[in-house]
């Protein structure tokens, strides 16, 4: 089964999530990492156990929820990992942006310092203009 097919098949099934009782997809996207990491490990344990029981590879139905519960918990695991990852290389590159423009404004500086007073007093004047 493809990815957008367990979202589907979840939301046709109204498929629930044990968290705090019981959650549906969509409410998975407001959790943390660690909340989903929990879940995933609470199925995870569920399809072992059921597997474990069992002598033949038959899917039941509840393997079959399991199997796309446990698939959109890690995509959705690894959109949110993705998203962090991204926000950080953001804030990287603002920072080194922002360190660029105050060295830039402190050589603008440094060139108008070494400006001799007559040229500053000129600048000045036509300031004032």
Request: glycine fraction near 2%; charged fraction near 40%; charge should be neutral.
């Amino acid at each position: 089964m493809e990815g957008e097919k367990f979202f589907e098949y979840a939301i046709r099934n109204k498929v629930r999530f044990p968290y705090k009782g019981s959650i549906s997809v969509e409410d998975l996207w407001d959790l943390s990492v660690t909340d989903l990491d929990q879940i995933f490990k609470t199925l995870n344990a569920k399809l072992k156990q059921l597997q474990e029981e069992s002598l033949l590879d038959i899917k039941t139905k509840e393997t079959k929820v399991l199997d796309v519960q446990i698939a959109i918990i890690r995509y959705i695991v690894s959109v949110k990992l993705e998203e962090k990852e991204a926000r950080k290389k953001e804030a990287a590159k603002k920072e080194q942006k922002q360190k660029i423009m105050s060295i830039i404004a402190a050589k603008k500086d440094e060139v108008l310092k070494n400006n001799s007073i007559e040229d500053l007093q000129k600048m000045l004047d036509e300031l004032n203009e």
